[in-house]
């Protein structure tokens, strides 16, 4: 319930004020265009959507009357005033958090495309899937087909999450806890809290969590990546080096996940680059090399940017940078950038 609450917090913040909607309904509109080729019909529809033609409403809690004010009605079937347990603006507080409901509005002919649109754009942006119950609610049962989903992501223009988000009629999110994490002893022994502040970090992130086989896969490449750093530094074999181009570096973290069991490519060519490594086709790792630093994520060239690149071209979310650097501590050599 609390994690509920935490999810519907960020969109009622996100929207909580005229521009931000505004801008969520052209974002939304702007979707349209991009799913409109799943069916004839809705390529047809999208040549005459306007962005003027979708209006987002998220109501206002107007639920917080005083103590003073507030009528309740008690087991006798009696109405009186509040006793001294019950608390008003807690009461407004959770029927804010979980009562209020968002509505998207549109014409009624444009509503197939309006709603695909909509569930697209709104797990995008908050992560959170649109699921039959909004359908009963709104009386929109059967208006967007399942087959339209699948079609969408064998194009790429909706991520493995999203289409099992939305193509699924129960599908559990799980966030990455610090017991989930699994890393070398000798850095929890120099750094007993590395595991949570990665962990809060991913939460920062995506506070919603990941699909079951995503996080496995993170998981995974997590703890084969920091397994791969802590043995070059304890071979020091790349300390003898004067220089080391970074396709030696790829290389060897190749090998090395590959003996991990990790389904490992490499060289797709996206966004206008070629990326560095992919883990069986969910995960960029991006690996570079740099000098001394205490924090590789603020040097001076645009590396998490270079990967983030990647990962849009790919529609994937989750990238991990490789510093393989014997003076940079560990929270900075080794953590998720965010998506």
Not at 48 to 70: A, F, R, S, Y
Not at 255 to 284: C, N
Request: aromatic content about 8%; charged content about 25%; some cysteine.
């Amino acid at each position: 319930m609390s994690l509920r609450a935490a999810l519907w917090r960020q969109v009622t913040k996100s929207l909580s004020t005229f521009e931000n909607i505004r801008a969520f309904e052209r974002e939304i509109f702007e979707t349209s265009q991009e799913v409109a080729g799943v069916d004839e019909w809705l390529g047809k529809l999208v040549q005459t959507l306007q962005p003027e033609h979708i209006i987002v409403d998220l109501p206002t809690n107007k639920t917080q009357p005083g103590g003073n004010l507030l009528l309740t009605r008690t087991a006798d079937d009696e109405v009186g005033l509040p006793n001294l347990y019950f608390d008003p603006e807690r009461w407004s507080n959770a029927y804010d958090q979980q009562k209020r409901c968002g509505y998207v509005f549109c014409p009624r002919e444009y509503i197939p495309l309006v709603s695909l649109a909509s569930r697209v754009a709104i797990f995008r942006r908050y992560r959170l899937g649109v699921t039959i119950i909004a359908d009963r609610f709104t009386k929109t049962v059967g208006k967007v087909k399942p087959s339209w989903f699948d079609w969408l992501a064998e194009r790429g223009i909706i991520d493995a999450e999203c289409h099992q988000q939305l193509r699924e009629e129960r599908v559990f999110l799980s966030r990455i806890l610090a017991d989930d994490i699994r890393l070398p002893d000798a850095w929890i022994e120099e750094t007993p809290e590395l595991r949570k502040n990665l962990s809060d970090e991913i939460i920062i992130s995506r506070p919603g969590g990941f699909v079951t086989p995503i996080k496995d896969a993170i998981l995974k490449t997590l703890a084969s990546l920091a397994n791969f750093v802590q043995m070059i530094s304890e071979g020091g074999e790349y300390a003898k080096l004067d220089s080391m181009p970074e396709a030696q570096l790829q290389a060897d973290a190749r090998r090395y996940l590959r003996a991990q069991g990790l389904q490992i490519s490499e060289g797709s060519e996206v966004g206008g680059g070629e990326t560095d490594l992919l883990v069986a086709h969910k995960i960029i790792i991006e690996n570079k090399i740099a000098g001394e630093t205490n924090n590789p994520m603020s040097e001076n060239k645009p590396y998490p940017f270079q990967a983030r690149r990647y990962s849009i071209a790919l529609c994937k979310t989750v990238f991990l940078p490789l510093w393989p650097i014997s003076r940079v501590p560990r929270q900075a050599c080794f953590r998720r950038a965010p998506a």
